[in-house]
Nanobody, 119 residues
Framework: QVQLVESGGGLVQPGGSLRLSCAAS????????MDWYRQTPGKQRELVAT???????NYADSVKGRFTISRDNAKNTVSLQMSSLEPEDTAVYYC?????????????WGQGTQVTVSS
């Protein structure tokens, strides 16, 4: 069993910054991919930032130039540096991973961390 544990959410003023982190724990697995989603009440969960199969990054149009995703493959961690935050960025942010073990590939989600951008 793999667990994704997120940290770093909170309340920030517009224009401020936050850094979210996610660590995958367990045994006997490797992470094929790790990325970030977010969700607001009444809306579908949306992809915020991810890595392509070629290793480059891909972002939702609404966060391009403001958010940066990074990953440490050795530690099975992924982070999201968020800058120039806007009230529209308020959401629950979820870490997502595709994990491989001897039985195959599995999808996991973190518990979610609240980000609130407000003055």
């Amino acid at each position: 069993q793999v667990q994704l544990v997120e940290s770093g959410g909170g309340l920030v003023q517009p224009g401020g910054s936050l850094r979210l982190s996610c660590a995958a724990s367990g045994s006997g697995f490797s992470t094929n991919s790790m990325d970030w989603y977010r969700q607001t009440p009444g809306k579908q969960r949306e992809l915020v930032a991810t890595f392509t199969t070629g290793g480059s990054t891909n972002y939702a149009d609404s966060v391009k130039g403001r958010f940066t995703i990074s990953r440490d493959n050795a530690k099975n961690t992924v982070s999201l540096q968020m800058s120039s935050l806007e009230p529209e960025d308020t959401a629950v942010y979820y870490c997502h991973a595709i994990v491989h073990n001897r039985n195959g590939d599995y999808q996991y989600w973190g518990q979610g961390t609240q980000v609130t951008v407000s003055s």
